[in-house]
């Protein structure tokens, strides 16, 4: 339900990728800090946050990447971006087992990790820029 309207809201010009994408990782770094919560409660607000913040990471990423892309090399950039993101659904669990000496320690773990996507945004959007 979310991929869609994050799609069309990007396309009318009513979101930017880069707010887009912050809110969507902030969002899903959200869902497994409130799975730490005891009870049905903290479990389903965990799956509709990480639900409503992983929904607009994909549409808005590859369209970001796509649009700044030279046509060329367009089909290498998605191929490589299609495997990034097989690699994080086999990869996520790996890298959140080593530190999941609970079920919590792992959540925290990931939330940490989700969170801190939209602070490193900036300092490589300056980066990039300084290289152009």
Request: with cysteine.
């Amino acid at each position: 339900m979310v991929r869609p309207r994050a799609g069309r809201a990007l396309d009318s010009g009513r979101l930017t990728a880069r707010g887009g994408l912050g809110c969507g990782l902030l969002l899903a770094a959200a869902g497994p800090a409130c799975a730490m919560l005891p009870g049905l409660a903290g479990v389903l607000l965990a799956t509709t946050l990480i639900g409503v913040g992983t929904g607009p990471i994909t549409p808005l990423g590859f369209a970001a990447l796509a649009s700044a892309t030279p046509e060329e090399r367009l089909g290498q950039n998605m191929g490589a971006a299609g495997l990034g993101r097989e690699l994080g659904y086999a990869g996520g669990p790996l890298l959140v087992h080593p530190v999941a000496a609970t079920v919590t320690y792992g959540f925290a773990a990931l939330a940490m990790l989700l969170a801190a996507g939209p602070s490193v945004a900036p300092v490589a959007g300056s980066v990039r820029s300084r290289r152009s």
